[in-house]
């Protein structure tokens, strides 16, 4: 898209986003603080957001979506076996223009997309996965139009190809299907190809993130080894350009000084209650930082994952 929109692309823009993107923020909103809920085991805590969580909210919907078009148009993720190459690529994309948090704001979104589909499959587990038993040390043949979804690694594969459909399909399976029926064939035919390269974890792990700084460490890299300091100083909107504006939660697990860690060392447990998307009120209130602390705590027992990494 050029300086100068058509009408028509104008109006694609405002249609995806009063009715794709919004939708799926008061979804996301329901989902994430309930499982917060569920965690301090109170009621959730007031879904009318700030603004600056609402910010933080729409960024990582929007650059969600950007790496599903990026993933869905580039060669390279042809290639099944090329999740090393993949997670190189997204590494030193993600370090040119984001700071850590913001990643980890996306795999937020990613974690939601996966729980969603997660489940679809388990419900549609017998109508398209039904196939022939597996005979042990064996490939299982599946019929044209099966899926098998008893297979943990394909299960995984397809999963991660169907959230690399983007918030569009996100959408669809959650606000327009009618019935049973209609979300079997929708499923049948959208689900995504098998990948293991779309926002993996592990795509994007501790060997991949080590070669990356061997080869072109950043300034995020040298901040990092340093331990630099990064204070929490508040909830901005709009931060100066000379001062960088964290999330409580990021300062939190990092005790206040610098990481360029993301994917493979936050877990999912963290990310299904949005912790890099609230303010430091809403983690007071909540009880939130003691979840926190709790869940960091259990992941690495004391350990720092910084001192894993190549500085």
């Known amino acids: 898209m050029d300086d100068n929109p058509t009408t028509d692309e104008i109006a694609d823009m405002a249609a995806f986003h009063l009715g794709i993107v919004r939708p799926l923020m008061q979804e996301y909103i329901a989902w994430s603080l309930g499982n917060l809920a569920s965690q301090t085991g109170t009621r959730p805590y007031n879904t009318k957001l700030s ?5 933080r909210l729409l960024r990582s919907m929007y650059r969600f979506q950007l790496w599903s078009n990026l993933f869905r148009i580039c060669p390279d993720t042809q290639d099944r076996h090329g999740s090393q190459l993949d997670g190189w690529k997204f590494m030193e994309l993600q370090f040119s223009f984001f700071e850590p948090w913001e990643v980890e704001e996306i795999f937020c979104i990613k974690t939601f ?3 969603k589909f997660d489940h679809i499959f388990s419900r549609i587990h017998h109508d398209v996965s039904h196939g022939p038993p597996a005979i042990p040390g064996q490939q299982r043949s599946m019929p044209a139009g099966f899926l ?9 594969c ?8 983007g918030l569009n399909f996100l ?3 959650l606000f327009k299907i009618k019935d049973h029926d209609h979300l079997v064939s929708t499923m049948r035919n959208h689900i995504g190809r098998e990948t293991v390269c779309f926002l993996n974890n592990d795509g994007i792990g501790l060997d991949v993130q080590n070669k ?3 080869s072109k460490p950043s300034l995020r890299d040298r901040k990092q080894g340093r331990r630099d300091p990064l204070p929490f100083l508040g909830d901005v909107v709009v931060p100066s350009t000379d001062t960088t504006h964290p999330p409580l939660a990021w300062t939190l697990i990092w005790e206040g000084t610098y990481s360029s860690l993301v994917g493979y060392f936050v877990k999912d447990k963290i990310r299904k209650w949005g912790y ?3 303010d430091a009120a809403r983690l007071e209130k ?3 930082k003691e979840v926190l602390k709790r869940q960091w705590e259990s992941d690495w027992l004391g350990q720092d994952p910084r001192d894993l990494a190549i500085t």
């Open 51 to 55: 603004t600056t969580e609402e910010m």
């Open 113 to 115: 997309a996966k729980v």
């Open 158 to 165: 397809l999963l991660n190809g169907t959230i690399a459909l």
């Open 212 to 214: 990356r700084r061997r």
């Open 276 to 278: 890099v998307m609230w």
């Open 286 to 288: 909540t009880g939130a």
């Open 148 to 156: 098998d979804f008893d297979n943990p690694f394909t299960r995984d």
């Open 171 to 173: 959408h669809t399976v």
